[in-house]
């Protein structure tokens, strides 16, 4: 197996971004990429020369590795030949000017076609005859939609009968797998035939592949295709040129071309390395959610805490140069921030009272922040006083912090180097509550069971690369939840032992929860954070419930779930007394009940998982629905 | 044929419409519907009784006539059978305290359930035996993607061979047609036993049916499907209960659900007609836009009057009442209105210079304003001076008015009757221009070839039932133009003989210039006219482009366009020299250029169609991508 250990170079198509071809460009270039394919319409509809963009380009570092595509040209009537070569010719001009050595023609898609390989392959030699007298080459690539070239071996057989030196094979994931090809075979074809890869990736919809392939790509990591294996045979074979994205995708032409762009580098480098190329450190093994931190002011943050007391936190601990709190209860640490010049205080004045940082545990902080690194996440360092510890942190697409802890070697624990602990603390028994309300000590909350995000729409495919990628968590199964004002989708990205486990949640709707959530935090969030309990029913019943903001349970919920789970009249009327609410799976039982939101902007809950494995979606309609009721739209 | 002159009531599901049970109660209430089916996640979800959404709907006026849906009940393993009734009681439980006379079961879906058609009937028996008791009623309803039961043919088989009173079909057009199903043979089904029709359209899709009733269904005549043969069908075979929609769409989970459900019930009353039922006024023949009326004030008047001249307008006549002046060519009347305390000068209120009406010509005025009352459009009147005529005029979803004009017996024109008209408008030959340049004369434009409104992206398929329903008028394919920012969709609406066009355009990104447009507007805008120029270099030649705002067209768009339809090089020169753009179909060749937008609101185009029967779409991305430079976005 011949792998490179140095970097392929990394191109995207133009068509990927968002933009005039000039913003195309320079976010290409912003986010590190060697070069472009650029996109025939893009050229089109600029108002310059081709030699202009040659300029652009490379004033901002960028080869232009392909020009694309030259559509259907083989194989024609002959009386078209002329025509075609003629179209060709016009083209190369335009490559000349661009500085682009290799054009794209994908396989022919009209009726007209003949379906005769023989003369396909003897229109494609003249053609590349023709662009090798001026120095270019030309790629072929079957489209899975072609008239009768659509696999990637038959492109093959029509390259080699050509047997032009101008002349060679352009592979593209999403063609060759759309269709439930491989690349078996792929070690017959010499490497210097292999003249561009390009890369897409796409969730599995069953739907024309034509209409999936314009509008649903997207990078590799973002989708299920197996885009991993596709690029390993790319490396075995001995392919050594740009590894390239072509995306199509609705979203991605809507959305701000720079993040796009570092989403794209981001899948690349991953990809070859998931490949068996250039390689990356391990991902950290994660051992789940040590801390989170809030952002928050000084009123927030009583406010706050007053709703920590109710559902059974105990003040801990202040930070012992910093306006910072910490609430314990079990193994769940809350931090709350109120210290002025902080990362969280600009993560509060743009988003108000929200999580600014999670603290993770990892095997190893270094190998992790290597990794993140390498995939192009920018490190934040907090400034320290004497005697604190320097906790490494990556920020995350959206601003927020993650912070990387291991153990290892180190006499304290954060909470003791940073903190004035509580002597309570130390017993690990929490006192009576520091309210007049005796029912708010400690309820039985053990840690952290999942966190949920409430990301813009357009974030979702971004937030799942960066899960994967950063932290090497894998994507679960999307559900679609009702909102009473709109579709909610939502996808749970969990670590390999289930340890963390965090569900991105969208809505195309302003108008659901989960938009408003969005909009209330201005784009970013936490907004849904369950602490496990060991015991729930005890847990609810020790919590102050109204302080805490338990959110009501329509009595037709229980009428339901009663007739459709057939639960025993005694579980029933515990559950409906306590305002918890059930699901059950293959795997177990799982009981949950829900805070309403705290200022509109996260909400608690509590649950017990006994073997259940999902996130009771199939109540989240429920509390989307009693929140509407609370807080209409 | 037995049809049914009187009308049949009309019925909407809940969950075909946004927000709580409440809200789609009176929104279904405020449209006019008859009854509802009740949805069960909506009473679920649902914080009061089904006692007290008994109590909300009979206070609305609306019946309850069904509830829905009971799955997975039929053909279980035995020993589920006794849970699975168990189920059905707690139902009726619920659905007599609802007031609900019938509920909805379909088929079953899961694997357990047993390929026993016997058995099915025998279990449904059961439970219409157990519903009888009560007085309720069962209807069994055909799931396309049911495990053993898809289609209506074998639900029936099961009724029947059940055989109890209690116990009849539901039929459901969107589970008939997407299976590519009909409803011949449903003359040997005796009508008492068709219980329930449940009706939805869809557009075409190649994707799994799940997926594409779960998230794509509409109203009839929003969509592709022939659901008017299958009515006509429900109705020969002699049904008379409620006509209901069941709607499943991601859209219409999120948009208001008042004007959701007046979609409704206007497509219901358009589909009964249609189908054979109670009848509706022929639809108008269009022969034409007589006018175009934007609303202005007198700072926007001036600067479009002007814009006006350098495309070869000229001043015809001033209002005899009010501060309203026309603008003629050829056949092109333009009313610039600035009257305050007029419907103009409301929508210039809210959508700042815009059209604020129509002038279509009709064959019969009034037959036409009987059909849109029918149809639940509002009816307007302008408040008119001694001697003006009174023109018919109805208000569509967005507000812009329909004037209706027919001249039969009429003596004078509207013009004559409402304007001072200059002297010029008696000979036909508008006199060289009023302003320092000669230019701006007559410059050949003859009629309004088409309007293209810009619409939020959630009000498209409102339009399209509107100009299909109202107007008799046709939905032609989808075009989809990528603008920089994101994708913009495209459907014409043309009428019979295609002298009235009114493509639609939505975007889902509110970047691209039919995105921006709509938001300048407010929502609501014709935001592009195209002139029929009979000649169009002449015309071209004779305006004045830069004060008429000529959108430059990139020199690599010549480059293509040549090598791409092989144009000569004298026709390539001329149209750069001219910045006209080319496109060609089947049918003919077109010659087109575009205006820059007037108050980035709505721009003008200039077009020449020998024969072509499109709109340019192969373009418009130039034009986008040329308006995105002259405005960034």
């Given at each position: 197996m011949?792998?490179?250990?140095?970097?392929?170079?990394?191109?995207?198509?133009?068509?990927?971004l968002?933009?005039?071809?000039?913003?195309?460009?320079?976010?290409?270039?912003?986010?590190?990429?060697?070069?472009v394919?650029?996109?025939?319409?893009d050229?089109?509809?600029?108002?310059?020369?081709?030699a202009e963009?040659?300029?652009?380009?490379?004033?901002?570092?960028?080869?232009?590795?392909l020009?694309?595509?030259?559509?259907?040209?083989e194989?024609?009537?002959?009386?078209?030949?002329?025509?075609?070569?003629?179209?060709?010719?016009?083209?190369?001009?335009?490559m000349?000017?661009?500085?682009?050595?290799?054009?794209?023609?994908?396989?022919?898609?009209?009726?007209?076609?003949?379906?005769?390989?023989?003369?396909?392959?003897?229109?494609?030699?003249?053609?590349?005859?023709?662009?090798?007298r001026?120095?270019?080459?030309v790629?072929?690539?079957?489209?899975?939609?072609?008239?009768?070239?659509?696999?990637?071996?038959?492109?093959?057989?029509?390259?080699?009968?050509?047997?032009?030196?101008?002349?060679?094979?352009?592979?593209?994931?999403?063609?060759?797998?759309?269709?439930g090809?491989?690349?078996?075979?792929?070690?017959?074809?010499?490497?210097?035939?292999?003249?561009?890869?390009?890369?897409?990736?796409?969730?599995?919809?069953?739907?024309?592949?034509?209409?999936?392939?314009?509008?649903?790509?997207?990078?590799?990591?973002?989708?299920?295709?197996?885009?991993?294996?596709?690029?390993n045979?790319?490396?075995?074979?001995?392919?050594?040129?740009?590894?390239?994205?072509?995306?199509?995708?609705?979203?991605?032409?809507?959305?701000?071309?720079?993040?796009?762009?570092?989403?794209?580098?981001?899948?690349?480098?991953?990809?070859?390395?998931?490949?068996?190329?250039?390689?990356?450190?391990?991902?950290?093994?994660?051992?789940?959610?040590d801390f989170?931190?809030?952002?928050v002011?000084?009123?927030?943050?009583?406010?706050?805490?007053?709703?920590?007391?109710?559902?059974?936190?105990?003040?801990a601990?202040?930070?012992r140069?910093k306006?910072?709190?910490?609430?314990?209860q079990?193994?769940?640490?809350?931090?709350?921030?109120?210290?002025?010049?902080?990362?969280?205080?600009?993560?509060?004045?743009?988003?108000?009272?929200?999580?600014?940082?999670?603290?993770?545990?990892?095997?190893?902080?270094?190998?992790?922040?290597?990794?993140?690194?390498?995939?192009?996440?920018?490190?934040?360092?907090?400034?320290?006083?004497?005697?604190?510890?320097?906790?490494?942190?990556?920020?995350?697409?959206?601003?927020?912090l993650?912070?990387?802890?291991?153990?290892?070697?180190?006499?304290?624990?954060?909470?003791?180097?940073?903190?004035?602990?509580?002597?309570?603390?130390?017993?690990?028994?929490?006192?009576?509550?520091?309210?007049?309300?005796?029912?708010?000590?400690?309820?039985?909350?053990?840690?952290?069971?999942?966190?949920?995000?409430?990301?813009?729409?357009?974030?979702?495919?971004s937030?799942?690369?960066?899960?994967?990628?950063?932290?090497?968590?894998?994507?679960?199964?999307?559900?679609?939840?009702?909102?009473?004002y709109?579709?909610?989708?939502?996808?749970?990205?969990?670590?390999?032992?289930?340890?963390?486990?965090?569900?991105?949640?969208?809505?195309?709707?302003?108008?659901?929860?989960?938009?408003?959530?969005?909009?209330?935090?201005?784009?970013?969030?936490?907004?849904?954070?369950?602490?496990?309990?060991?015991?729930?029913?005890?847990?609810?019943?020790?919590?102050?419930r109204?302080?805490?903001?338990?959110?009501?349970?329509?009595?037709?919920?229980?009428?339901?779930?009663?007739?459709?789970?057939?639960?025993?009249?005694?579980?029933?009327a515990?559950?409906?007394?306590?305002?918890?609410?059930?699901?059950?799976?293959?795997?177990?039982?799982?009981?949950?009940?829900?805070?309403a939101?705290?200022?509109?902007?996260?909400?608690f809950e509590?649950?017990?998982?006994?073997?259940?494995?999902?996130?009771?979606?199939?109540?989240a309609?429920?509390?989307?629905?009693?929140?509407?009721?609370?807080?209409?739209?």
């Amino acid at each position: 197996m011949t792998t490179a250990s140095r970097p392929l170079p990394k191109s995207i198509a133009t068509v990927s971004l968002s933009g005039t071809l000039p913003e195309k460009l320079e976010a290409a270039a912003a986010a590190g990429f060697d070069g472009v394919e650029i996109f025939e319409n893009d050229l089109l509809h600029f108002g310059g020369s081709p030699a202009e963009v040659r300029g652009i380009a490379a004033g901002l570092g960028l080869q232009v590795f392909l020009y694309q595509p030259l559509r259907d040209f083989e194989a024609m009537p002959r009386e078209q030949f002329a025509r075609n070569l003629a179209r060709a010719e016009r083209k190369f001009d335009v490559m000349e000017q661009l500085g682009a050595g290799m054009v794209l023609v994908c396989s022919n898609v009209q009726e007209a076609a003949s379906d005769d390989p023989a003369r396909a392959a003897d229109d494609l030699r003249r053609m590349a005859e023709a662009a090798a007298r001026r120095g270019l080459r030309v790629g072929f690539e079957a489209l899975a939609w072609g008239r009768h070239t659509r696999r990637w071996r038959e492109a093959w057989q029509i390259v080699r009968q050509a047997d032009h030196p101008a002349l060679g094979l352009v592979l593209d994931s999403f063609h060759t797998l759309a269709l439930g090809d491989t690349l078996d075979g792929l070690d017959a074809v010499p490497a210097d035939k292999l003249f561009f890869v390009q890369l897409a990736d796409a969730p599995r919809l069953s739907m024309d592949v034509l209409s999936w392939s314009r509008h649903y790509r997207n990078f590799p990591g973002q989708g299920e295709l197996p885009v991993t294996a596709f690029t390993n045979a790319v490396l075995r074979a001995g392919y050594a040129g740009p590894l390239s994205l072509e995306v199509f995708n609705d979203g991605f032409r809507a959305a701000p071309a720079r993040l796009t762009a570092e989403d794209g580098l981001r899948s690349l480098i991953w990809l070859e390395s998931e490949a068996g190329g250039a390689a990356l450190p391990a991902p950290p093994a994660l051992a789940g959610v040590d801390f989170l931190e809030f952002a928050v002011d000084a009123a927030a943050g009583q406010a706050l805490a007053q709703r920590l007391q109710a559902l059974g936190f105990t003040h801990a601990g202040r930070h012992r140069s910093k306006a910072v709190e910490l609430y314990r209860q079990g193994d769940v640490n809350l931090i709350l921030n109120a210290e002025p010049d902080t990362a969280a205080a600009g993560h509060f004045a743009q988003h108000g009272p929200s999580v600014c940082a999670i603290g993770l545990k990892v095997d190893d902080a270094g190998r992790a922040m290597a990794r993140a690194r390498a995939l192009r996440c920018p490190e934040w360092r907090e400034p320290t006083g004497p005697g604190e510890r320097t906790i490494p942190a990556l920020r995350a697409p959206d601003g927020m912090l993650f912070h990387l802890i291991d153990d290892h070697g180190a006499e304290r624990s954060i909470y003791e180097s940073d903190f004035a602990l509580a002597d309570w603390t130390r017993t690990g028994a929490a006192p009576v509550a520091d309210t007049a309300n005796a029912d708010s000590g400690h309820a039985g909350l053990a840690g952290v069971d999942h966190l949920a995000q409430a990301l813009p729409a357009h974030r979702f495919d971004s937030f799942v690369l960066f899960y994967r990628t950063v932290f090497g968590m894998q994507a679960e199964a999307l559900h679609e939840i009702a909102d009473p004002y709109g579709l909610v989708r939502s996808r749970a990205m969990v670590s390999a032992d289930g340890r963390v486990r965090i569900p991105l949640n969208v809505s195309d709707s302003g108008l659901t929860t989960t938009g408003r959530c969005v909009q209330a935090h201005a784009g970013a969030g936490v907004h849904h954070i369950a602490f496990r309990s060991t015991g729930i029913e005890g847990t609810v019943q020790a919590i102050d419930r109204r302080r805490a903001g338990m959110l009501p349970v329509p009595a037709n919920y229980y009428d339901d779930v009663a007739a459709r789970l057939a639960l025993d009249d005694t579980l029933l009327a515990r559950l409906q007394r306590l305002g918890m609410l059930y699901d059950r799976d293959a795997h177990g039982d799982f009981l949950h009940a829900y805070t309403a939101p705290f200022q509109q902007r996260f909400f608690f809950e509590i649950v017990q998982r006994d073997g259940y494995r999902g996130y009771g979606a199939a109540n989240a309609a429920v509390r989307m629905a009693a929140l509407t009721q609370l807080e209409p739209a």
